[in-house]
C-alpha cells in the first residue's frame, strides 16, 4: 500500500479568495518525483506565469534528491503545467484581467502514481476580509466548544 503524499499550501486559503480550481499534471525528472514522493517539497511562495502559452509554476522548492548523483535537479526551478488546451486558453483569458493570479494549493501524488497539482484562479484579499475570516473561524471553534460541553 503507497504512503499518500499531499503538500499542501496552507497560506493560500488565508491571502486569496478562489474563483475556479484545476488539476493539472507536472513535468519532472526522476529525481524530482522520487523527492516528492518523500514529501521533500513545498509550494508556499510560489505562483504560475504563462510564457508563450504554456502554464510554468515559478519558486516551488522540490529538496535534492539524497541519494541523486552528479544528474541530481535544482532544488528551485520552472516546472511546466500540463492543461488541456481548452482550459489553458480560459485561464490566460482571464489572467489578463486586473488582480487574479494563479496559486497552487496542493501538490500530490494520485493512485496511479503520477504528481499532480491542484491550482486556483485567485484574487487577492483586502486586509479587512482577512479579519472576516478570523472571526468567523473564531465563532466556528466557540459554537463546537459549546455544543460539546452539552
Known sequence: MQRMINILNKRAKFDYEFLEKYDAGIVLTGTEIKSIRLGKASITESFCEFHDGELFVI???????????????????????????????????????????????????????????????????????????????????????MKKSF
Not at 78 to 95: G, W
Open 59 to 145: 519558486n516551488s522548492q522540490v529538496e535534492e534528491y539524497l541519494y541523486g548523483t552528479h544528474y541530481n535537479h535544482k532544488a528551485k526551478s520552472e516546472r511546466k503545467l500540463l492543461l488541456n488546451k481548452k482550459e489553458l486558453k480560459s485561464l490566460e483569458k482571464s489572467m489578463q484581467n486586473k488582480g487574479l493570479t494563479i496559486i497552487p494549493l496542493r501538490l500530490y501524488v494520485n493512485e496511479k502514481g503520477y504528481a499532480k497539482m491542484e491550482i486556483a484562479l485567485c484574487r487577492g484579499k483586502k486586509t479587512y476580509d482577512k479579519r472576516e475570516t478570523i472571526k468567523d473561524r473564531d465563532t466556528k471553534r466557540e459554537i463546537d466548544r
